[in-house]
């Protein structure tokens, strides 16, 4: 079964990251998903930080990745068919209630925020009707962002593909 990801149009997008480890963790996923990743700054870290290269191994250089200065130019090199969806621990349709087939068609773009805050309120009530959860049935605030990541792209997969 052929289980390369290369129509498969997904984006994984953090805005202003600021722990270096996950960062790395999810450029790792990103290599071995077929994902790109999409770093908007201000970030909590510098690229050339040891946790960041120690989490992505020797991946990081296979790494398809784009860097914005800021959220207004990302949005700036988007396409009107774009599809966003934003993550949140705090709202949204949960994420495996979405159909995301329509993946091989159109770029999908998967907006996470801060490690500490998550997205700004004013996105989330911009981009109401794209907003994504994850379900936490245990006791936690919230699941690690890497984490996340991983789940999300392993259900786009699953959906894709399997």
């Known amino acids: 079964m052929e289980t390369r ?3 498969i149009h997904c984006h994984i997008v953090l805005l202003e990251p600021e722990i270096p480890q996950n960062t790395g963790n999810i450029g ?3 290599v071995g998903m077929g994902a790109k990743l999409h770093l908007i700054k201000p970030f909590g870290f510098e690229l050339n930080d040891k946790s960041l290269r120690r989490a992505g191994l ?3 250089k296979h790494l398809n990745h784009q860097i914005y200065e800021s959220w207004e130019e990302f949005l700036s090199f988007r396409s009107s068919i774009d599809k966003l969806y934003f993550l949140s621990k705090k709202q949204g349709t949960v994420f495996y209630n979405v159909n995301f087939k329509d993946c091989k068609k159109y770029d999908g773009f998967f907006i996470f925020g801060k490690e500490t805050k998550g997205l700004p309120d004013s996105i989330l009530k911009k981009y109401k ?3 994504l959860t994850v ?3 245990g006791q936690i605030r919230s699941y690690n962002l890497s984490n996340t990541v991983a789940m999300l792209l392993s259900e786009i997969i699953r959906q894709i593909k399997f």
């Open 5 to 7: 990801l290369e129509k």
């Open 28 to 30: 790792r996923l990103c």
């Open 58 to 60: 020797d991946y990081w």
């Open 129 to 131: 009707n794209e907003v």
């Open 135 to 137: 379900p936490i049935f």
